[in-house]
């Protein structure tokens, strides 16, 4: 575990979201001025070989990283691409029912689900009331 690794965990398991490889650079720059992306992208392929951190190659074009390499689930933003974790424990029972409807040995599943994080659907009500679809009420921010 080299010093530039140990940085790069360090800053992964400190977001709140599950960052791109690029927004992982950004964070680890802040530490490590000189570092440069082809080394992230090495380096977080170690730590994922590793079992430290694991790839989450959801529906969007970009790989996400995540410290939590527990079994869980994540939703993931139509619009942004923002992926985070859901408050869930993972359902066993659907690998056990699946089992039975097809021909497949399942080892396992994953769950994403798809919606609008609470920033794009500021936006969006934002944006339909400027095209006075909705209303908004300027001081609340509420829908009238």
């Known amino acids: 575990m080299t010093r530039q690794r140990r940085v790069i965990l360090e800053e992964i398991r400190k977001l709140d979201c ?5 927004e992982v650079y950004e ?3 802040k530490r490590l001025p000189r570092i ?8 977080l392929e170690a730590l994922c070989d590793w079992g430290k951190i694991q790839v989450l190659e ?6 996400h990283f995540d410290a939590d390499t527990k079994d869980h689930y994540h939703v993931r933003c139509a619009r942004c691409g923002r992926v985070e974790n859901l408050p869930v424990q993972p359902f066993s029972y659907l690998e056990r029912a699946f089992r039975d409807l097809c021909d497949y040995e399942v080892i396992g599943h994953r769950l994403e689900l798809l919606g609008l994080c609470p920033a794009c659907q500021k936006a969006k009500e934002y944006r339909e009331a400027a095209e006075g679809i909705i209303d908004i009420d300027e001081v609340s921010g509420e829908e009238v």
């Open 18 to 22: 599950h960052p791109t490889a690029d």
């Open 36 to 43: 440069s992306m082809s080394t992230i992208y090495r380096d």
């Open 27 to 29: 964070a680890v720059r």
């Open 58 to 63: 959801v529906g969007c074009s970009k790989k």
